[in-house]
């Protein structure tokens, strides 16, 4: 069961666009984090979240965490084709016991 | 630190056999955790284990999936009698801090295709 839904699920831009993904539920998370994924790899994270409405950038990309901790934003400036993989958000509950990742989302730079 | 190791990289089996998958983590790490991966998705959990205690099991495990950790250092995922419903990417991550600071380091998984 998947708690966290991403939109989209699929998106295509061409270098140098902006883009947003979106990482919605309704449960609330003590954390959240971002990992992005390339074909054949595990995902490596790139941003943990924990304060509602943090933000926080790392170089072009900019993470937002909800004011309710139920959702959260990555937003990409001036998109390049090292961005292609796919994004997962990840949500840390207070057992700290596990992390429910959400549908992800695939995106493509196209140069 | 050499990262998190899974071996095998790739397997095919015949539908009905087991199959055995390692993971090696960042050594000193001492949570170690088993997700399953279909394509497009996010990892699903499977199972947890805090040194080689297995804290936590998903209920979406059937029986045939077992999990160890005896020494709290490697961990084997066994599957027996292989459905090509369990055809996926098994990944294994690691940890060294447990909390809302938690980083999960992953391997690069073992692709598992079930004929």
């Known amino acids: 069961t998947q708690l966290l839904e991403q939109s989209p699920q699929f998106l295509s831009i061409q270098e140098g666009e902006n883009l947003t993904v979106y990482c919605n539920s309704s449960s609330v998370f003590s954390s959240l984090q971002w990992y992005r994924q390339e074909p054949g790899e595990g995902p490596v994270l790139l941003v943990t979240v924990v304060t509602g409405g943090e933000v926080k950038k790392l170089k072009r990309l900019t993470f937002q965490f909800g004011d309710a901790r139920k959702d959260s934003s990555l937003h990409i400036t001036a998109a390049q084709p090292g961005d292609t993989g796919l994004y997962l958000c990840?949500?840390?509950?207070?057992?700290?016991?596990?992390?429910?990742f959400g549908t992800g989302t695939s995106l493509t730079v196209i140069p | 630190d050499t990262g998190v190791s899974q071996d095998p990289r790739h397997k095919i089996t015949k539908r009905g056999q087991n199959v055995t998958f390692r993971c090696d983590p960042i050594?000193?790490?001492?949570?170690l955790y088993w997700y399953r991966q279909t394509l497009g998705q996010g990892p699903e959990f499977l199972t947890y284990?805090?040194?080689?205690?297995?804290?936590?099991k998903s209920r979406l495990l059937s029986d045939r999936f077992s999990a160890e950790r005896p020494k709290g250092s490697f961990s084997t995922l066994e599957i027996q009698r292989t459905e090509q419903g369990d055809s996926a990417m098994y990944l294994c991550?690691?940890?060294?801090?447990?909390?809302?600071?938690?980083?999960?380091?992953f391997g690069s998984g073992t692709q598992l295709s079930v004929l």
């Open positions: 991550a690691s940890s060294a801090t447990q909390g809302i600071n938690e980083k999960l380091f």
């Open positions: 050594s000193e790490h001492n949570r």
């Open positions: 990840a949500g840390g509950t207070d057992t700290g016991n596990q992390f429910y």
């Open positions: 284990f805090q040194n080689e205690a297995q804290l936590e």
